[in-house]
């Protein structure tokens, strides 16, 4: 049992690059989460999901866009990377609900040059 | 003023003594809560969820929730060194809107001396 998986786990671009990074989960979860952790800023929700076909904007979403490709599948791509994308991005995940527990991916080193 | 806040640290405490991390909360009708453990270049996991006032403990961990001082507080005793870490609170609002999203303090660093 995986949990959730995410891909690459470091990447260096360039300024103006594009990339996707890739998330599944096989818990079987509605809620898909993608977050950027930033020295001295804790956790910040970039964008979620809070089930297949719907997306929704999180605390810091400008420079991002999702596809929630199905169930299992939630991808974060910056379409032209800038410096001040530089950061750790966790992916998450979580049955819907009062009680609801999100678990964490290994998180994707990125250096934004 | 931050929805959820932390001392950012270090909390330092000698080996066998207990650790005490606070948090608080803006939004009054949060109804659940969570303590998640992270490791330097690791990710969070989970440590306590707690969801009605008072103490849960698991273990060596006891989690506190005071909604009406809008407070919760997570105890560890007998730390070790292997309890050194930064510590995230994660609050879920009342608000529908709100979904599923959790709401996360900046963390506080504990290390625990040998």
């Known amino acids: 049992n995986a949990g959730v998986t995410q891909t690459p786990k470091f990447q260096v671009l360039k300024t103006g690059q594009s990339m996707t990074l890739q998330c599944a989960q096989d818990m079987n979860h509605n809620s898909m989460y993608w977050y950027r952790q930033d020295p001295g800023m804790g956790l910040r929700l970039i964008y979620y999901s809070a089930s297949e076909g719907t997306t929704d904007k999180g605390e810091v979403p400008n420079g991002y866009n999702v596809s929630r490709l199905n169930k299992r599948e939630f991808s974060l791509r910056l379409e032209s990377a800038a410096p001040s994308q530089t950061s750790v991005y966790f992916c998450a995940s979580s049955l819907t609900g009062f009680a609801n527990i999100q678990y964490f991916g290994a998180g994707t080193r990125l250096s934004v040059l | 003023q931050k929805e959820v806040e932390q001392n950012s640290g270090p909390l330092s405490v000698p080996e066998g003594a207990i650790a005490s991390l606070n948090c608080t909360y803006s939004d009054r009708g949060s109804q659940s809560f969570f303590w998640y453990r992270q490791y330097s270049g690791k990710s969070p996991e989970l440590i306590m969820s707690i969801y009605s006032n008072g103490d849960k403990e698991d273990g060596r961990f006891t989690a506190q929730l005071n909604k009406a001082s809008q407070y919760v507080s997570l105890l560890i005793r007998d730390s070790q060194p292997s309890d050194s870490a930064t510590y995230l609170c994660?609050?879920?609002?009342?608000?529908?809107?709100?979904?599923?999203?959790?709401?996360f303090g900046t963390g506080t660093r504990l290390a625990v001396r040998p």
């Open positions: 994660a609050v879920r609002g009342e608000k529908k809107s709100s979904g599923d999203k959790l709401t």
